[in-house]
Structures are given as structure tokens and as C-alpha cells.
């Protein structure tokens, strides 16, 4: 048995070159000699790539077939109450997810996120349906999904209009943070008749602050900017 010098990796007696390191194996008392034939095939082999639209439609029909089964055993079987529209809602909101990436790739982002809003928006309504009340729907998840939505939206056009870094972005995030708070803690009183005072949104909002004064700086400063890209490996 024999071993490679460079790596000390054990070699089979019919390879030609280290599988590890790739350093020429060379037996000085087997000069000259033919090598057997090796084990492992000539040609490698590739599994064929399966096609986007073919997985779409099989997902799709996947989830179709979820939805209809599991609506089916409501009506029928399990009739206490309407918990298939969890599930409906679920396929929803993943053939919504999933149709940019199989069906449509050149579907514009702002749209995509649009829709996938709009498809949560639709689960909640669905759970807020088969519950006591939709005060909450309205009040507080429709509201908390249309901030988000519009917060990711905006982070993505900024970042295909002006040109965008990790601390440009980190900016703009510790921006949208705070602000995203400090609206939630304000939806959160209005919905339960509370004052509408800044609590541990005003923490928040402090913190964020402090690093957006920091990040603005460092932006600001090119000698500093260079210095923290050079030492993060930015």
C-alpha cells in the first residue's frame, strides 16, 4: 500500500495522481511498468437538471391536491370548524412564494413582493375568519404586513437606485428598524385603548440612533469609510 507525499492520503495501486492533492504519483521501482486499468469510470456522469416550469407544476399540483384533500376532510369528516383554511392559506402564500422562482424569473422584485404581501395579508384573513373577531386583522395584522411589505420594498428600490453597500444597507436598515417599532408599539395601544406613548419602541429607537449617527460618519468620512472596509473585509 502505498501513500501520497504530499498529503499522506492512502493510495489505491491503480491511480495515477492523489484524489486529495492531485500530486503525480511516481514509484520509481514500478518505472516503465503499465498501471492496471482504474476502477472508477473514465467519463463522469451528470444527472439531468430538472426543468423550473416541470418542478412548478409539480409543486403546484402538490399543493393543489393539499388544499382540495384537506378541505374535503373538513367538510366531511372533521366539520367542528373551518381549520382547513390554515392549510388553504399555507398553499396560497407558498405557490405565491414559490411562482417568481419556477414559473416567471424576469417578474420585476417590487411586483413579487407586492403579491407575496397580498398573500399574507389573505392567511391572516382566513385565520382571522374561523377566530371570534377580525378586530385584530384589522387593527393590528393588516397594518404589521402592509409596514413590512413597504419596508422591504423600499430597501430593495434603494438598492437598485443608488448605489448600495453593507453599510449603506446597514443604514437603511437601522433606519426602517426603528421606525417599524415605534408604529407597532403605537398600533398595539391604539388596538387596546391605551395612551399612545413610546415605550420600549423609544429604546429601540435610542439604540438605532446612535448606530445611525456612527454609520453616517463612517460613510462620510472616506479615509474611515476605507479603513472599516479594509479591516471587515467589506
Known sequence: MSYCVNCGVE?????????????????????????PPSPFPANKGQV???????????????????????????????????????????CICLFVFIFPAVFYSKMPL??????????????LYMIAYITPSTAWFWELGLPIVALVTLGVGIFVL????????????????FIEIPLFCTALELMIRRMIMSPLRLTWSAVVLTVCVIIDVALITILVKKRLRNEVRRRLHF
Open 158 to 173: 434603494l438598492a437598485k437606485k443608488v448605489p448600495f453597500t453593507i453599510l449603506s444597507g446597514a443604514l437603511c436598515l
Open 48 to 90: 439531468e437538471v430538472v426543468k423550473r416550469k416541470d418542478l412548478g407544476i409539480l409543486l403546484s399540483v402538490v399543493l393543489t391536491a393539499t388544499g382540495v384533500t384537506c378541505l374535503l376532510l373538513n367538510l366531511l369528516v372533521f366539520d367542528h370548524f373551518l381549520w382547513s383554511l390554515l392549510v388553504i392559506g399555507i
Open 110 to 123: 417590487l411586483v413579487s413582493l407586492s403579491a407575496d404581501g397580498m398573500a399574507v395579508a389573505v392567511y
Open 11 to 35: 493510495l489505491e495501486a491503480s491511480l495515477r495522481e492523489c484524489p486529495l492533492c492531485h500530486t503525480p504519483v511516481i514509484n520509481p521501482v514500478e518505472a516503465g511498468k503499465e498501471f
